[in-house]
């Protein structure tokens, strides 16, 4: 890989652990609103699939193995095996899937409709689902804890990471053109 590829890696990385601190407690679910679902639309948008999967990998190999990089400050594998784990590993097959399928244009419309009707979906699957193995729920009840709460906010979050995702790409994009002449 190139530096320029290994760069933007690593920035992902940074920005995963980064938006993890930004995150918000709501008092009748133990899984927090945090900036992480922003990140990981950005990383899978910017990315091709294998350097996205490799990303999101590297911030889960950090946080298990003790660096604060979860939400609320969390790590270790009680934090992926916990009841908001199915999140952690959600985003570890949600990244490589949406920068599949986001295609060679640079489109906001496409980018959108992948990360709200694809990326959550199957993030949203993988959280409910573990956080009734782990809390012994039922999936009504995990749906109402791990889903309904943060719709709303998680497209609003597709919308963000889309538009960023666009912007980055037309200037990563030029700058590279720029520096083939």
Do not use: H, W
């Amino acid at each position: 890989m190139k530096t320029r590829e290994l760069t933007k890696m690593s920035l992902c990385i940074t920005l995963s652990c980064i938006s993890a601190y930004i995150s918000f407690p709501l008092p009748f679910t133990p899984a927090m609103i945090t900036a992480q679902t922003i990140i990981i639309n950005l990383t899978a948008l910017i990315l091709t699939p294998k350097k996205s999967f490799i990303v999101v990998l590297g911030y889960i190999l950090l946080g298990a193995f003790g660096l604060p990089v979860f939400s609320g400050g969390g790590s270790g594998f009680g934090k992926i095996f916990g009841p908001t784990g199915g999140f952690i590993l959600g985003f570890l097959a949600i990244a490589p899937i949406m920068s599949y399928l986001k295609g060679k244009n640079n489109s906001f419309k496409r980018y959108l409709a992948i990360t709200i009707f694809v990326g959550i979906p199957i993030l949203y699957i993988f959280g409910a689902v573990f956080m009734c193995l782990v809390l012994k729920i039922t999936l009504i009840s995990a749906l109402g804890l791990a889903v309904v709460p943060f719709v709303f906010g998680d497209i609003c979050k597709c919308f963000v990471g889309s538009y960023l995702a666009v912007k980055l790409n037309n200037v990563l994009y030029t700058s590279v053109k720029s520096q083939q002449f």
